[in-house]
């Protein structure tokens, strides 16, 4: 079993910066793709940014050029740093890990339990 725990999602104001992190934790292999992903209410969840195990990320429009996913592999971590916050950014913020957990095992997708991001003056 893998577990995913999100940490550091807060209130903060518009312009600020906050980062997030995603530790994963259990029978790990490798850690292929880990991304982040938001969900405001009555909105669908999307994507916010990605990152290959080789560092190669990708945005969500509105996001480029303001936050920043970066991973340390030695610990099995994620990261999201956001800045030039505004209250559209405002959601519950979800970490994904696509983890193997033995050598030529199948890649399973893993959902963190999420963390609260509130933009607001």
């Known amino acids: ?48 940014a990605a990152i290959t195990s080789g560092g ?21 971590t994620v990261y999201l740093q956001m800045n030039t916050l505004n209250p559209e950014d405002t959601a519950v913020y979800y970490c994904n890990a696509d983890v193997q957990s033995r050598a030529l095992g199948p890649i399973r997708g893993y959902w963190g339990q999420g963390t609260q991001v509130t933009v607001s003056a």
Do not use: H
Not at 41 to 48: F, I
Not at 56 to 76: C, H, L, M, P, W
């Open 56 to 76: 190669s990320t990708t945005y969500k429009e509105s996001v480029k050029g303001r936050f920043t996913i970066s991973r340390d592999n030695a610990k099995n």
């Open 1 to 48: 079993q893998v577990q995913l725990v999100e940490s550091g999602g807060g209130l903060v104001q518009p312009g600020g910066s906050l980062r997030v992190s995603c530790a994963a934790s259990g029978i790990i292999f490798s850690i292929q793709r880990m991304a982040w992903y938001r969900q405001a209410p009555g909105n669908q969840r999307e994507l916010v």
